[in-house]
């Protein structure tokens, strides 16, 4: 089927190299890692990718009507996970964009004394990007203070396929054992990122690292995070990172396909765990094999929307696995573009949209905001049908518009609390108020109106 033009893409990005980090094979609860200058130059050379392939006028699949030398923040929306890796991915978002939007002396103003002052460092782009934090929004990190999440791991982990899995590996295992200085050699453990972090910055360790252990180890870890972040049933538990991650990309794609909306390049900067998800919901995997397992530093999933000859519009999904180009990959078995229709409802279906939702899929009562519910607010929510999704808290706060009313509805809340008609649980966190909230048109975030208006 023939494009004749990009309307907008989506851009699910994945962070450059990293220190060493932990994760705790049962709760996937993370340490602290930061991104190194590899993972910023990394970053950086897949925002030129970028560049090239969708900002560059020679470029076939260049976006129709962005500017390209100076950033329209009314046409680019960047988000990044501020969660356990969050240091690392939101740095990695910002040396993308110094790629995808480098500095230039055109970056300027002109002052009423006849001086012209060019932006600092040469005229570098300041381009917002908003956090997504775990305490205020599933959407990035959906598997985290996950009960149900958290038994289907110990499911995979107790299962016969993975006891027989861990005997094919115990030779490796115990041969690696020495390069692990102390941590566990079983396969519930992640050991490859130790071994990859100090294969690429140890030159020691490098050098007396046998041949093949390190692609044993991604051999591994592969199968193990597909058996943890992926489900038979497409609404299953598994696939949790990519179906709270979901109606995020349904709504920028809506956002750009609406001609009246002037967004057309969204950048989600994420950790693997969506990818991983996002690919076996859409039967990419079962397509495309090859991209089994975690994607390489630096990595991009694109979803371009297209017009067809017809005027039809429609969806192409592309994947980038590191330095390597873009390759097409097919949704749902198709042998072409898919319709975003079609796109949009298969994946609607199983998209998580809000926190009500993923208190009961959770199983949850307590954290991210599940203790504004009850079991029965929950449940209830779940059944509103096509109606417009709403939130345990926002029920409250959505009702009220002015300020005013607002501040008396959280007086009245507290004073309930008070009374004991609301229990409130005390934690180290803010609680989550709102699970999923659709993106902003770009006159809401910036207010603006016509001249005819005003």
Same mark, same amino acid.
């Given at each position: 089927?023939?494009?004749?033009?990009?309307?907008?893409?989506?851009?699910?990005?994945?962070?450059?190299?990293?220190?060493?980090?932990?994760?705790?094979?049962?709760t996937y609860e993370q340490s602290y890692t930061k991104l190194t200058p590899l993972g910023q130059?990394?970053?950086?050379?897949?925002?030129?990718?970028?560049?090239? !392939?969708?900002?560059?006028?020679?470029?076939?699949?260049?976006?129709?009507?962005? /500017?390209?030398?100076?950033?329209?923040?009314?046409?680019?929306?960047?988000?990044?996970?501020?969660?356990?890796?969050?240091?690392?991915?939101?740095?990695?978002?910002?040396?993308?964009?110094?790629?995808?939007?480098?500095?230039?002396?055109?970056?300027?103003?002109?002052?009423?004394?006849?001086?012209?002052?060019?932006?600092?460092?040469?005229?570098? @782009?300041?381009?917002?990007? !908003?956090?997504?934090?775990?305490?205020?929004?599933?959407?990035?990190?959906?598997?985290?203070?996950?009960?149900?999440?958290?038994?289907?791991?110990?499911?995979?982990?107790?299962?016969?396929?993975?006891? !027989?899995?861990?005997?094919?590996?115990?030779?490796?295992?115990?041969?690696?054992?020495?390069?692990?200085?102390?941590?566990?050699?079983?396969?519930?453990?992640?050991?490859?990122?130790?071994?990859?972090?100090?294969?690429?910055?140890?030159?020691?360790?490098?050098?007396?690292?046998?041949?093949?252990?390190?692609?044993?180890?991604?051999?591994?870890?592969?199968?193990?995070?597909?058996?943890?972040?992926?489900?038979?049933?497409?609404?299953?538990?598994?696939?949790?990172?990519?179906?709270?991650?979901?109606?995020?990309?349904?709504?920028?794609?809506?956002?750009?396909?609406? /001609?009246?909306?002037?967004?057309?390049?969204?950048?989600?900067?994420?950790?693997?765990?969506?990818?991983?998800?996002?690919?076996?919901?859409?039967?990419?995997?079962?397509?495309?094999?090859?991209?089994?397992?975690?994607?390489?530093?630096?990595?991009?999933?694109?979803?371009?929307?297209?017009?067809?000859?017809?005027?039809?519009?429609?969806?192409?999904? /592309?994947?980038?696995?590191?330095?390597?180009?873009?390759?097409?990959?097919?949704?749902?078995?198709?042998?072409?573009?898919?319709?975003?229709?079609?796109?949009?409802?298969?994946?609607?279906?199983?998209?998580?949209?809000?926190?009500? @939702?993923?208190?009961?899929?959770?199983? @949850?009562?307590?954290?991210?905001?599940?203790?504004?519910?009850?079991?029965?607010?929950?449940?209830?929510? @779940?059944?509103?049908?096509?109606?417009?999704?709403?939130?345990?808290?926002?029920?409250?706060?959505?009702?009220?518009?002015?300020?005013?009313?607002?501040?008396?509805?959280?007086?009245?809340?507290?004073?309930?609390?008070?009374?004991?008609?609301?229990?409130?649980?005390?934690?180290?966190? /803010?609680?989550?108020?709102?699970?999923?909230?659709?993106?902003?048109?770009?006159?809401?975030?910036?207010?603006?109106?016509?001249?005819?208006?005003?």
């Amino acid at each position: 089927m023939a494009s004749v033009g990009t309307v907008g893409v989506v851009i699910l990005a994945l962070y450059g190299d990293r220190t060493p980090y932990y994760q705790n094979p049962y709760t996937y609860e993370q340490s602290y890692t930061k991104l190194t200058p590899l993972g910023q130059t990394q970053s950086v050379q897949l925002g030129s990718y970028l560049r090239l !392939e969708y900002l560059n006028p020679g470029s076939p699949h260049s976006i129709d009507g962005i /500017k390209a030398e100076i950033v329209d923040d009314r046409q680019v929306l960047v988000r990044a996970d501020n969660g356990g890796e969050g240091g690392a991915i939101v740095d990695s978002a910002v040396a993308l964009l110094q790629g995808l939007f480098p500095p230039t002396p055109r970056s300027r103003t002109s002052l009423a004394n006849g001086t012209t002052v060019v932006g600092p460092l040469g005229g570098y @782009q300041y381009i917002p990007i !908003e956090s997504v934090e775990p305490e205020q929004s599933i959407q990035f990190e959906g598997w985290s203070s996950c009960p149900n999440f958290e038994k289907h791991i110990q499911k995979f982990y107790d299962s016969p396929g993975f006891k !027989e899995k861990a005997r094919e590996a115990a030779p490796f295992l115990n041969a690696v054992k020495p390069y692990l200085f102390g941590i566990p050699n079983t396969l519930e453990n992640i050991i490859y990122d130790y071994i990859h972090t100090n294969y690429i910055h140890n030159e020691t360790y490098a050098f007396r690292l046998p041949p093949t252990f390190l692609q044993q180890a991604q051999a591994w870890v592969d199968y193990h995070e597909h058996g943890v972040f992926t489900d038979v049933n497409f609404e299953g538990i598994g696939n949790i990172a990519g179906r709270t991650i979901l109606p995020s990309i349904i709504t920028s794609l809506e956002r750009i396909a609406n /001609k009246d909306d002037p967004l057309s390049l969204v950048i989600q900067e994420t950790s693997y765990k969506p990818f991983i998800s996002l690919f076996n919901v859409t039967g990419i995997t079962e397509r495309h094999p090859y991209v089994d397992g975690i994607p390489t530093y630096a990595s991009a999933f694109a979803f371009e929307l297209r017009h067809n000859e017809d005027g039809e519009t429609h969806l192409r999904t /592309k994947f980038k696995n590191g330095t390597s180009g873009f390759e097409t990959v097919y949704l749902f078995g198709h042998h072409d573009d898919i319709a975003l229709n079609e796109f949009l409802y298969r994946l609607d279906l199983t998209a998580v949209h809000d926190t009500a @939702q993923w208190c009961r899929e959770c199983g @949850q009562r307590t954290a991210r905001g599940c203790n504004l519910c009850t079991a029965g607010e929950i449940s209830t929510i @779940q059944e509103i049908g096509d109606g417009e999704k709403e939130t345990c808290a926002g029920r409250l706060l959505g009702a009220v518009t002015s300020p005013f009313a607002r501040i008396l509805a959280i007086f009245s809340l507290s004073c309930f609390a008070l009374l004991g008609a609301v229990k409130v649980f005390r934690s180290s966190r /803010k609680p989550r108020l709102t699970g999923y909230d659709p993106l902003p048109t770009t006159a809401q975030v910036f207010g603006y109106h016509t001249f005819e208006e005003l």
